[in-house]
Nanobody, 128 residues
Framework: QLQLVESGGGLVQSGGSLLLSCAASGSSLDDYAIGWFRRTPGKGKEREGI??????????YTADFAKGRFNISRDSTKNTIYLQMNGLKPEDTAVYYC???????????????????WGHGTQVTVST
């Protein structure tokens, strides 16, 4: 059973950067498509996909708001994935989640939210 635990959230000023980590246990993340998602206040319980990448690294989905600012990576030796966020804006304030799925495509994950394993989330707050 794959388990995911996010860390690295916190309070950051507008324009700043933050690196989120997602440590996996129970199985190797190399066998999964992985992704980062967020749920922003005022948008109810709906999560939105930020970045998703296939297990073979040959397919990536990037949400428009993330292009040029956010980057996803994985470290197989640590069984961990990362979300590097630069140029943060107050509207990026949200709970951020990592996720993994063994069978979904990156669009199924990031757009259709077809995800089997979710982390519990980490809060990111961007001040003006």
């Amino acid at each position: 059973q794959l388990q995911l635990v996010e860390s690295g959230g916190g309070l950051v000023q507008s324009g700043g950067s933050l690196l989120l980590s997602c440590a996996a246990s129970g199985s190797s993340l190399d066998d999964y498509a992985i992704g980062w998602f967020r749920r922003t206040p005022g948008k109810g319980k709906e999560r939105e996909g930020i970045l998703c990448i296939s297990s073979s690294h040959d397919n990536t989905y990037t949400a428009d708001f993330a292009k040029g600012r956010f980057n996803i990576s994985r470290d197989s030796t640590k069984n961990t994935i990362y979300l590097q966020m630069n140029g943060l804006k107050p509207e990026d304030t949200a709970v951020y989640y990592c996720a993994a799925d063994k069978w979904a495509s990156v669009r199924e994950m990031c757009v259709s939210l077809h995800v089997f394993y979710w982390g519990h989330g980490t809060q990111v707050t961007v001040s003006t």
